[in-house]
C-alpha cells in the first residue's frame, strides 16, 4: 500500500491514479494528521507527501514518524522546492525531493528506490 498526502484534492488524486496505474494498492489522505488517525500507519510501504499542509506538515510528518521509530520511506512533492527543506529532508532520510508539477517518471523512480530500500511495514 503506498499511501499519498496531500491538502491538494487534484494532486491527490493525480498521484493516486499514477501509483494505482503501477499495479499498487493506493490510500489518499487530505492531511497528515487524517493518516495518523487511521489505520493505514503499519500497511503503509511508502508515504508520498506535501511539504507545505495546514496543520502537520510534510517535515513534520517525517520527523514525528522517525522519533517513533518507523522506517517507512518518504517521499515529498512541493510547489516550493526550497534548498533549505530539501537538505533537511535528506538528513533524515527520504527517497524523493519533487517540485510540482512533477514527471510521472520521477515519481516511478523514487517509489521504485523506496520500495527497494525493504524499509517499509514489516507485515508487507
Not at 494532486?11 to 490510500?27: D, I, K, P
Not at 493518516?35 to 507527501?49: D, N, P, Q, W
Not at 522506517?71 to 533549505?84: C, G, K, V, Y
Request: aromatic share 8%; charged share 25%; glycine share 10%.
Amino acid at each position: 500500500m503506498i499511501t499519498i498526502i496531500d491538502d491538494d484534492e487534484s494532486v491527490r488524486v493525480a498521484t493516486e491514479s499514477l501509483v494505482r496505474s503501477l499495479g499498487f494498492g493506493a490510500r489518499s489522505f487530505a492531511s497528515a494528521e487524517e493518516f495518523l488517525h487511521s489505520s493505514e500507519l503499519g500497511r503503509t510501504a511508502c508515504v508520498i507527501t506535501d511539504v507545505q499542509m495546514p496543520g502537520m506538515s510534510g517535515v513534520e510528518l517525517q520527523k514525528y514518524l522517525r522519533a517513533r521509530g518507523h522506517r517507512t520511506p518518504l517521499i515529498f512533492i512541493t510547489a516550493f522546492p526550497e534548498e533549505r527543506v530539501r537538505r533537511q529532508v535528506n538528513a533524515a532520510g527520504t527517497f524523493g525531493f519533487l517540485a510540482k508539477p512533477f514527471e510521472g517518471s520521477a515519481m516511478i523512480e523514487c517509489i521504485d528506490r523506496a520500495l527497494q530500500s525493504g524499509a517499509g511495514p514489516s507485515d508487507g
